[in-house]
Nanobody, 124 residues
Framework: QVQLVESGGGLVQAGGSLRLSCAAS????????MAWFRQAPGKEREFVAV????????NYVDSVKGRFTISRDNAKNTVYLQMNMLKPEDTAVYYC?????????????????WGQGTQVTVSS
Protein backbone atom coordinates (compact mmCIF):
# COMPACT_ATOMS: atom_id res chain seq x y z
CA GLN A 1 0.00 0.00 0.00
CA VAL A 2 1.37 3.37 -1.02
CA GLN A 3 1.55 6.04 1.64
CA LEU A 4 2.67 9.65 1.36
CA VAL A 5 3.38 11.46 4.60
CA GLU A 6 3.99 15.20 4.61
CA SER A 7 5.79 17.06 7.36
CA GLY A 8 7.39 20.44 7.99
CA GLY A 9 4.35 22.67 8.07
CA GLY A 10 3.76 25.25 10.77
CA LEU A 11 3.26 28.90 11.63
CA VAL A 12 5.72 31.42 10.25
CA GLN A 13 5.83 35.18 9.84
CA ALA A 14 5.66 36.76 6.42
CA GLY A 15 9.09 36.74 4.81
CA GLY A 16 10.08 33.57 6.59
CA SER A 17 10.87 30.11 5.28
CA LEU A 18 9.68 26.56 5.69
CA ARG A 19 10.79 23.27 4.18
CA LEU A 20 8.13 20.67 3.55
CA SER A 21 8.99 17.01 3.16
CA CYS A 22 6.96 14.16 1.75
CA ALA A 23 8.14 10.65 2.56
CA ALA A 24 6.81 7.95 0.28
CA SER A 25 6.43 4.28 1.07
CA UNK A 26 6.87 3.29 -2.57
CA UNK A 27 9.36 0.63 -3.67
CA UNK A 28 9.72 2.21 -7.11
CA UNK A 29 9.67 5.86 -6.02
CA UNK A 30 11.91 6.91 -8.92
CA UNK A 31 9.22 6.14 -11.52
CA UNK A 32 6.75 8.58 -9.96
CA UNK A 33 6.26 12.18 -10.94
CA MET A 34 5.82 14.05 -7.66
CA ALA A 35 3.90 17.25 -7.08
CA TRP A 36 2.76 19.65 -4.41
CA PHE A 37 -0.74 21.10 -4.31
CA ARG A 38 -2.35 23.37 -1.76
CA GLN A 39 -5.84 24.23 -0.63
CA ALA A 40 -6.83 27.33 1.27
CA PRO A 41 -10.13 27.57 3.17
CA GLY A 42 -13.01 28.09 0.80
CA LYS A 43 -10.86 27.64 -2.28
CA GLU A 44 -10.21 24.86 -4.73
CA ARG A 45 -7.09 22.74 -4.60
CA GLU A 46 -4.30 24.53 -6.47
CA PHE A 47 -1.18 23.25 -8.20
CA VAL A 48 2.05 24.53 -6.64
CA ALA A 49 5.01 22.62 -8.09
CA VAL A 50 5.90 19.41 -9.90
CA UNK A 51 9.10 17.45 -10.45
CA UNK A 52 9.75 14.70 -12.97
CA UNK A 53 11.00 11.22 -12.16
CA UNK A 54 14.68 12.09 -12.44
CA UNK A 55 14.30 15.63 -11.18
CA UNK A 56 15.32 17.09 -14.50
CA UNK A 57 12.03 18.86 -15.13
CA UNK A 58 10.30 21.17 -12.67
CA ASN A 59 7.39 23.51 -13.02
CA TYR A 60 5.72 26.01 -10.71
CA VAL A 61 2.60 28.07 -10.44
CA ASP A 62 3.46 31.67 -11.30
CA SER A 63 2.71 32.96 -7.81
CA VAL A 64 5.57 30.94 -6.25
CA LYS A 65 8.22 31.19 -8.96
CA GLY A 66 11.46 32.52 -7.54
CA ARG A 67 10.35 31.75 -3.97
CA PHE A 68 9.68 28.00 -3.86
CA THR A 69 11.91 25.14 -4.96
CA ILE A 70 10.85 21.54 -5.43
CA SER A 71 13.45 18.79 -5.22
CA ARG A 72 13.63 15.06 -4.65
CA ASP A 73 15.98 12.46 -3.26
CA ASN A 74 15.16 9.14 -4.89
CA ALA A 75 17.50 7.29 -2.55
CA LYS A 76 15.40 8.51 0.40
CA ASN A 77 12.01 8.24 -1.32
CA THR A 78 11.38 11.85 -0.41
CA VAL A 79 10.28 15.01 -2.18
CA TYR A 80 10.81 18.46 -0.72
CA LEU A 81 9.34 21.92 -1.11
CA GLN A 82 11.59 24.73 0.06
CA MET A 83 9.45 27.80 0.61
CA ASN A 84 11.16 31.16 1.02
CA MET A 85 9.81 34.72 1.28
CA LEU A 86 6.47 33.35 2.44
CA LYS A 87 3.39 35.53 2.13
CA PRO A 88 0.05 35.39 3.97
CA GLU A 89 -1.57 34.24 0.72
CA ASP A 90 0.58 31.08 0.87
CA THR A 91 -1.48 29.95 3.87
CA ALA A 92 -3.06 26.61 3.03
CA VAL A 93 -2.93 22.89 3.60
CA TYR A 94 -0.15 21.52 1.41
CA TYR A 95 -0.47 18.07 -0.13
CA CYS A 96 2.05 15.96 -1.99
CA UNK A 97 0.90 13.67 -4.76
CA UNK A 98 2.39 10.89 -6.89
CA UNK A 99 1.72 9.85 -10.49
CA UNK A 100 3.35 6.80 -12.11
CA UNK A 101 2.35 7.65 -15.68
CA UNK A 102 5.44 9.70 -16.48
CA UNK A 103 3.48 12.83 -17.25
CA UNK A 104 4.56 16.09 -15.63
CA UNK A 105 1.13 17.51 -14.98
CA UNK A 106 -0.28 20.53 -13.20
CA UNK A 107 -3.73 18.91 -13.18
CA UNK A 108 -4.58 16.97 -9.99
CA UNK A 109 -6.57 14.31 -11.85
CA UNK A 110 -3.66 12.07 -12.98
CA UNK A 111 -2.20 11.79 -9.49
CA UNK A 112 -3.01 8.41 -8.01
CA UNK A 113 -1.74 8.87 -4.49
CA TRP A 114 -2.10 11.74 -2.05
CA GLY A 115 -0.80 12.53 1.39
CA GLN A 116 -2.94 13.72 4.28
CA GLY A 117 -1.64 17.29 4.07
CA THR A 118 0.34 19.61 6.29
CA GLN A 119 -0.85 23.03 7.41
CA VAL A 120 1.19 26.11 6.52
CA THR A 121 0.12 29.37 8.13
CA VAL A 122 1.85 32.64 7.30
CA SER A 123 1.09 35.57 9.56
CA SER A 124 1.35 39.17 8.42
Amino acid sequence: QVQLVESGGGLVQAGGSLRLSCAASIRTFSIYTMAWFRQAPGKEREFVAVISRSGGITNYVDSVKGRFTISRDNAKNTVYLQMNMLKPEDTAVYYCAADASGRVSKDPLPYEYWGQGTQVTVSS
